[in-house]
């Protein structure tokens, strides 16, 4: 009997969600929390020092620290800043949004500590003698100049003061802001036209009031920021700068447009595609998949978390990891209807035998992003974040919310004896009779002899990294400024730029670089890089220069040696825990033989990508790390489906006495994986690509790196992973002469053995 309720049960469902979606979606879009590599801004990273020789940094410190500049950035009206404490002593500041990048950066670094001095610059007042919270800006009644007022909190401190001050052959206040002992003094100081105090009035009698008046030529900007910094309260530390980062906001606007457009075809082409080749659970995977976008961004509004260039990419990653849990069990239900089981049983076993395989597959590649979050700095970290957010929503829609509306349709009972609707046609349908079993059944690529030509596939992978060794040897990688230190410009122009035009421009900053790599249309975009690492002054300067000729920010990185050396080393410990992490947990899922087969399999991929970059002398930079890992993850994930269908055909022989068993069992597993490979891949790469196309020229060499790691990893799980464990299998049955794949229940437990 029909059951027609649960079809409308379903329609009801998604009009419900497709109505909350709706209605919330934009509000959700709103708030959510861009970096500032898509709406500009800048980041520093401060190594905290004290301000005496030989004090010491407690966490305490830090913290108050951190408080101190939250304050002043609140003063700017920067919304939603992040600070974080980091280990080494470091403060990473992010300030995305931020419109006077300058005014910004002197706030944050100015130690503003506030004091009095005589002309011979003994101190007589600091800081610890105003009223908290106590400066303003004001005007002078009689000029109407801007000016400070602050308040203190005794008067008869001032009245001492200007009592020593009169006794002085010069008698002058002095208004210092971070004075330095032993660099600084008036004497030195009132010689030039822009002196580094504030200001230097003369007293002429002794003033006892708890109302000070500051005047400093000030502007009204400069004014406020004074006020600002003395109510924010010094700092107790001094503030190094040992990296920054300033993206110009059109840079930002110009990316997140590109990406959010390559993301919406790719979604879209890979809804099209599903529908077109799973039919009905096609349309139920683009339904939940919907869902699965919606619910990204709704998480990551109520984690607070900071939407990144490279976060939008691991979301559209996300698409693929959701669509292959999908390809899995459609791919397996197809099988169960083949064999002859009705919709109902096909269903239910396909659902049962592809949850651990999916299971697998995730947590190894949500192994990887969790070892990129620990090990990653900011847009990566950002990138890891949504990658693992992606993994985990992905297997709770893709698993149970399209189980549960396919299951809709299933317990209807409409489309029982209608297998075309699940992409399987009647000829291709046995009879239970037949005795028909999943792992027996015929395949459109059973011509194929995948082990037959194995040697010449590690051949020709032993070559291409031979080659890769020497290539890489000799020309070695095009290094970035994240890893060799130094500084990065990129400009963007409204007119096509050259060489000499950039290399003119430059030299007004005393800057000489033959690293200048054009890209856009018309050549309107350069990227500089520069040996040394430029100040925060000579930073500001170039950023107003290129303002002013271009009407866009450059965007400018700043990395020095220190920070440099400690992204190489954590680069390569993020890769050699994920490959230790990925062995130990296939060991424990499969056996040795398959990790250590899937460990090379990934570290294949991992090297043919590093010398693929050195050939083409393509930017290393954070990102390429990030698709390295990610490349990692889901190396492993198609391994392991390989892996988990060869573990079933070894169970159902039970005994293996002949290699060419081993060579049999084998070839089918590839055979049966080999459409879910192709689908796979597929899926995943349609985002990839329409973001190599149409995304922004900033995430360029990470989507290729994807494009071409994706490839490769179907290519080793195929050719290399699953052919180096026949290998090995192959010596081991030799030597024992038998091989026993199952072994019978046991007291303490009843799972098969491999």
């Not at 002078?140 to 909190?153: A, G, H, M, Q, R």
């Not at 691991?314 to 791919?331: C, K």
């Not at 590093?610 to 930017?619: C, D, G, H, M």
């Not at 492993?636 to 060869?646: L, Y």
């Amino acid at each position: 009997m029909v059951k027609r309720s649960r079809i409308v049960a379903f329609f009801l469902i998604v009009i419900l969600f497709l109505s909350v979606m709706g209605v919330t979606t934009d509000s959700i879009i709103n708030r959510l929390k861009l970096g500032l590599d898509l709406q500009g801004g800048f980041e520093v990273l401060y190594q905290v020092k004290p301000v005496e020789e030989g004090g010491e940094i407690t966490q305490t410190t830090l913290t108050s620290t951190s408080q101190a500049l939250n304050r002043r950035i609140n003063a700017l009206g920067v919304s939603e800043p992040r600070i974080t404490i980091e280990e080494g002593n470091r403060i990473r500041v992010e300030l995305a949004g931020v419109e006077d990048q300058e005014q910004a950066r002197e706030m944050l670094s100015t130690t503003a500590v506030l004091s009095f001095r005589d002309a011979n610059d003994k101190k007589l007042l600091d800081g610890t003698d105003l009223v908290e919270g106590g400066a303003q800006q004001a005007f002078d009644p009689n000029t109407n100049k801007p000016i400070v007022t602050i308040k203190l909190k005794d008067s008869s401190l001032f009245g001492e003061a200007t009592s020593h001050v009169l006794k002085q052959d010069i008698p002058v206040m002095v208004i210092w802001l971070d004075f330095v002992e032993g660099e600084d003094s008036y004497a030195e100081e009132s010689k030039k036209e822009n002196p580094k105090y504030i200001s230097a009035p003369i007293v002429e009698k002794v003033i006892n009031s708890t109302d000070v008046q500051i005047n400093g030529n000030f502007t009204v900007d400069e004014a406020k920021n004074l006020a600002s910094l003395l109510n924010a309260g010094s700092l107790p530390v001094q503030l190094e700068e040992i990296y920054s980062t300033s993206v110009g906001a059109q840079f930002g606007q110009d990316a997140l447009q590109k990406t959010v457009l390559a993301g919406i075809i790719g979604v879209i082409a890979v809804l099209i595609f599903l529908i077109f080749y799973y039919r009905l659970p096609g349309i139920i995977a683009s339904v939940t998949l919907l869902v699965y976008i919606y619910l990204i961004l709704a998480v990551y509004d109520g984690l607070n978390a900071v939407l990144t260039l490279p976060g939008i990419a691991a979301l559209l990653l996300g698409v693929g990891m959701a669509v292959d849990a999908n390809v899995i069990t459609y791919e397996r239900i197809k099988e169960e209807l083949r064999i002859g089981r009705s919709l109902q049983a096909a269903f239910k076993e396909g659902n049962k035998s592809s949850f651990i395989t999916i299971l697998d597959a995730n947590l190894t590649t949500i192994l990887a992003a969790a070892v990129l979050f620990y090990f990653g700095q900011s847009s990566v970290k950002g990138f890891a974040t949504m990658l693992i957010v992606s993994i985990l929503l992905s297997f709770i829609t893709a698993v149970y919310l399209s189980r549960f509306f396919l299951g809709l349709f299933v317990k209807s009972n409409y489309f029982n004896n209608k297998p075309q609707w699940f992409g399987v046609k009647k000829d291709q349908i046995k009879s239970l009779r037949e005795g028909y079993e999943t792992l027996e059944l015929p395949t459109r690529f059973d011509k194929i002899d995948f082990v037959k030509h194995k040697n010449k596939f590690f051949g020709l992978s032993g070559a291409l990294i031979i080659a890769g060794a020497i290539i890489l040897a000799i020309f070695q990688l095009n290094l970035s400024i994240d890893f060799t230190s130094g500084t990065r410009i990129e400009i963007m122009a409204n007119e096509a730029l050259t060489v000499e035009k950039v290399k003119n421009e430059l030299s007004q900053f005393n800057i000489d670089s033959n690293d200048i790599v054009f890209s856009g249309e018309n050549n309107d975009r350069a990227v500089i890089r520069v040996k040394d690492d430029l100040s925060q002054t000579e930073v500001i300067s170039i950023k107003g220069h290129f303002q002013k000729l271009y009407g866009t920010d450059p965007n400018i990185s700043v990395v020095t040696p220190t920070v440099g050396q400690e992204l190489v080393k954590n680069a390569l410990l993020a890769l050699a825990i994920a490959s230790v992490g990925i062995i130990l947990y296939v060991t424990l899922r499969f056996e040795m033989k398959m990790a250590l087969a899937a460990t090379i399999a990934l570290l294949h991929d991992a090297f043919f990508m590093v010398a693929l970059f050195s050939i083409t002398r393509l930017e290393v930079d954070l990102n390429f790390i990030a698709a390295i890992l990610t490349i990692v993850g889901y190396s492993v994930n198609d391994t392991i489906v390989t892996f988990d269908r060869i573990r079933d055909h070894l169970k159902a022989k039970k005994k293996i006495r002949e290699y060419q068993d081993l060579v049999d069992i084998v070839n089918k597993s590839l055979r049966q994986v080999f459409t879910r490979s192709i689908n796979t891949v597929l899926t995943t790469l349609f985002p990839v690509v329409f973001l190599l196309l149409l995304g922004s020229q900033a995430i360029w060499n990470f989507s290729f790196a994807m494009l071409i790691g994706l490839l490769v990893g179907v290519y080793s799980s195929l050719y290399i992973a699953a052919q180096l464990w026949l290998v090995w299998k192959g010596r081991e049955l030799k030597k024992k002469g038998v091989l026993t794949t199952y072994k019978e229940k046991k007291k303490y437990g009843d799972d098969p053995v491999v």
